[in-house]
């Protein structure tokens, strides 16, 4: 009993310290050029990444977030699929920039240690958009997923590890962004070092235990839900079981 209610307080401290208000902006929707040249350079087709080549292109990538910073998506000027890809864009550029800033490490969970969900690498508020902090966390947990509800954006966001789903090495753009999510969550489970899937088992990323709940906001099962992105039709009572987590840098 005493154990749950201390995990009770955990997630509850962690879910409010990750809830995010709408920002009165009055911005206008902005172009992910840079961001989609530096990624095409520096990202290779399995979705590992040349940071070496990030720190390298510091200029342009510098110039990238400084855009991402001074214009915060808002409901007045921007459509919905803008405001998605401009966070999950961001969410990945700023990963890429809390690695950068402490190369070399060998995990992203070496930069900063503490109490799980409490003191990570993702509390670090190093994110300032117009004048607004954030940290990973809040953009995750804060703004992607509650307020968009789309559970496919898992597969979209990387949190620089080899378990990670890839980093797509093209920026998100609001007229492609259903597609490129799509294409993501393919290209995540035929990957079968992270994902292994037949008709009777399917051995899956913790993402899909994790966050569960994302996952079926419109299907009734995890296996339903796969099925929409696989060329085998899982069995509704297929055995899941899940891959342990490498939190390894997803270096090149």
Same mark, same amino acid.
């Given at each position: 009993?005493?154990?749950?209610?201390?995990? %009770? /307080?955990?997630?509850?401290?962690?879910?409010? @310290?990750?809830?995010?208000?709408?920002?009165?902006? @009055? @911005? &206008?929707?902005?172009?992910?050029?840079?961001?989609?040249?530096?990624?095409?350079?520096?990202?290779?087709?399995?979705? !590992?990444?040349?940071?070496?080549?990030?720190?390298?292109?510091?200029?342009?990538?510098?110039?990238?977030?400084?855009?991402?910073?001074?214009?915060?998506?808002?409901?007045?000027?921007?459509?919905?699929?803008?405001?998605?890809?401009?966070?999950?864009? *961001?969410?990945? *550029?700023?990963?890429?920039?809390?690695? /950068?800033?402490?190369?070399?490490?060998?995990?992203? &969970?070496?930069?900063?240690?503490?109490?799980?969900?409490?003191?990570?690498?993702?509390?670090?508020? %190093?994110?300032?958009?117009?004048? /607004?902090?954030?940290? !990973?966390?809040?953009?995750?947990?804060?703004?992607?997923?509650?307020? %968009?509800?789309?559970?496919?954006?898992?597969? *979209?966001?990387?949190?620089?590890?080899?378990?990670?789903?890839?980093?797509?090495?093209?920026?998100? +753009?609001?007229?492609?962004?259903?597609?490129?999510?799509?294409?993501?969550?393919?290209?995540? !489970?035929?990957?079968?070092? &992270?994902?292994?899937?037949?008709?009777?088992?399917?051995?899956?990323?913790?993402?899909? @235990?994790?966050?569960?709940?994302?996952?079926?906001?419109? =299907?009734?099962?995890?296996?339903?839900?796969?099925?929409? %992105?696989?060329?085998?039709?899982?069995?509704?009572?297929? &055995?899941?079981?899940?891959?342990?987590?490498?939190? +390894? !840098?997803? =270096?090149?």
């Amino acid at each position: 009993m005493v154990q749950r209610l201390v995990i %009770f /307080v955990i997630i509850s401290i962690f879910l409010t @310290s990750c809830s995010v208000k709408d920002y009165n902006s @009055s @911005s &206008k929707p902005i172009d992910h050029i840079i961001w989609d040249s530096l990624l095409q350079k520096h990202v290779f087709d399995d979705g !590992l990444v040349d940071y070496q080549g990030f720190i390298s292109d510091s200029i342009p990538f510098n110039k990238y977030l400084t855009l991402l910073r001074n214009n915060h998506p808002n409901k007045k000027h921007w459509s919905r699929e803008e405001r998605l890809a401009y966070w999950i864009n *961001a969410y990945n *550029a700023f990963t890429v920039k809390m690695i /950068v800033d402490h190369y070399p490490t060998k995990s992203i &969970k070496d930069i900063k240690n503490g109490i799980p969900f409490i003191n990570t690498v993702w509390d670090i508020k %190093f994110i300032k958009i117009e004048g /607004v902090e954030y940290d !990973l966390n809040n953009i995750e947990h804060g703004i992607l997923r509650p307020k %968009f509800k789309e559970p496919r954006v898992h597969f *979209a966001i990387n949190c620089a590890s080899y378990s990670c789903p890839p980093l797509r090495n093209e920026a998100y +753009t609001a007229e492609k962004i259903d597609a490129q999510l799509t294409d993501q969550a393919k290209i995540f !489970l035929s990957d079968i070092r &992270k994902n292994k899937i037949t008709i009777g088992q399917i051995k899956i990323s913790k993402i899909f @235990s994790w966050f569960k709940n994302d996952f079926l906001v419109k =299907e009734k099962s995890i296996q339903s839900f796969i099925n929409q %992105f696989t060329e085998v039709e899982i069995s509704k009572n297929a &055995k899941i079981t899940y891959y342990d987590y490498n939190w +390894t !840098l997803n =270096e090149n």
